[in-house]
């Protein structure tokens, strides 16, 4: 089974790039299912309905996020409608949405995705690491398959829960920074693993973001609205090669594919 994770989708050049990219990734790399982090797929911030629907309709199977989750205040009332839109699992009990879904997938295979959230330099929501267990111990009841989404800042902690879930899951991948990292691997005990997979969208910028407002705001220290860039658009993200069977990786490979202007 080939699994494509697109890292974070930023506004509308992010959407973009998925539209016309994404069909001649999945027919090249001959991929069974498609997961994408979408938190900051509508305008650079959140999401919205319209959005979560046109992402599904471009064939991505399930949608993750993390912290911008929340920025658009509309999520609150459809979040809880769409099983496949995950919000971080270890956020505290009532909190709408759902935090790991199992679908699935081409041939009557089912996969189970989990999001988490980290903790370092964040929020401090429910420890990401026994939640990965609980939640797990749950998917494995449906499915040999599950990936992890960890939404966080500290390659520190994303690297401890991939040795934390090494074997247990066929993939931890880091996702926040928008900085695709060079550390793919596969860890001992059969799960691909990288720090971030990271960014769709306008690379022209800081992190997605119009470079000149960000310098900006480093010089002065000055509240500033970010606004998305537009240019040097790419797709990034990576894709995953795994046994069906036993729930291993067999490969990870980076990709990062440009959007002509």
Known sequence: MNILF?????????????????????????VDFVIANCENAAGGFGVTREVVVELFDRKIDVLTSGNHIWDKKEVYEFLDTFETLLRPANYPEGTPGFGSVVVKAPGGKTVGVLNLEGRVFMRPIDCPFRTARREIAVLKEKTDVILVDFHGEATSEKQALGWFLDGDVAAVIGTHTHVQTADERILPGGTAYISDAGMTGPHDSVIGVRKEIVIEKFLTGLPARFDPAKKGILLQGVLISLDEETGKSLSIRRISVPLDS
């Open 6 to 30: 697109i890292g974070d989708i930023v506004a509308k050049p992010g959407r973009r790039a998925v539209r016309e990219l994404l069909p001649q990734i999945v027919t090249r790399h001959r």
